[in-house]
């Protein structure tokens, strides 16, 4: 099946800092991938949908300011959490949708577990 | 605004039994997914429903679907301890423009006892 990477799977950081994370597709091209976080012992909340070439779509309550989402090219999305704050500290998922496929499955990276302390 | 509602949310079950559990959602939707998640770890698929009628089975996991209800089933059978995880559902809707928008359940976390 197809294989979505992040990295780093893990980060510690102080708080005020940013943080980019990286979200992969390394043997497919996705124009659509997506951007959720979990806090612990929660769901997967979708923080926003990025597109390929085109501005994210932000769901709401979510800060297009501080979670910055690019998606410069057909494998690669980053997200980065500018002054970072405690509240902050979460599990962040990334996944994508084969482009030009059926889109029948989201396809999820390993996570990334961001602290801020 | 689609919800989707899994019960149980807890479940503790002794090896060997069997038990059904509930994905209920409150909009038109015909495609339903099933996710596994272990502690730290991320989603990891196990169903993918596209259809009224739809029936899956994996090992000792069987996933079903009935649009008209609007309710999917993942039924174990003689569970092992390494069933042990949080079972997703997530749905995604029926809307204009094709959009991907997958909504999840709050997930149930299944412990399975030797």
């Known amino acids: 099946g197809a294989v979505v990477s992040q990295h780093p799977s893990r980060v510690i950081c102080k708080s005020g800092t940013s943080v980019k994370i990286e979200c992969r597709s390394l043997?497919?091209?996705?124009?659509?991938m997506f951007w959720y976080r979990q806090f612990p012992k929660q769901s997967l909340m979708l923080m926003a949908t990025s597109n390929e070439g085109s501005k994210a779509t932000y769901e709401q309550g979510v800060e297009k300011d501080k979670f910055l989402i690019n998606h410069a090219s057909l494998t690669l999305s980053t997200l980065t959490v500018t002054s970072a704050h405690p509240e902050d500290s979460s599990f962040y998922i990334c996944?994508?949708?084969?482009?030009?496929?059926?889109?029948?499955?989201?396809?999820f990276g390993p996570g990334t577990r961001l602290l801020v302390l | 605004e689609l919800k989707v509602e899994q019960n149980p949310l807890f479940l503790s079950m002794q090896e060997g039994k069997n038990y059904t559990i509930y994905c209920n959602y409150s909009t038109t939707s015909d495609r339903l997914y099933w996710y596994r998640q272990d502690p730290g770890k991320s989603l990891e698929s196990l169903f993918v429903?596209?259809?009224?009628?739809a029936v899956k089975q994996e090992g000792r996991l069987m996933a079903s679907l009935d649009t008209k209800a609007r309710l999917s089933t993942l039924h174990i059978t003689a569970a092992v301890h390494d069933l042990s995880a949080t079972y997703f559902c997530a749905v995604l809707p029926k809307l204009q423009g094709g959009s991907e928008k997958l909504v999840f359940g709050k997930g149930m976390k299944l412990t399975v006892n030797p």
């Open positions: 429903l596209l259809s009224n009628g």
């Open positions: 043997d497919f091209q996705a124009t659509t």
């Open positions: 996944s994508a949708i084969v482009a030009g496929g059926s889109q029948e499955t989201q396809y």
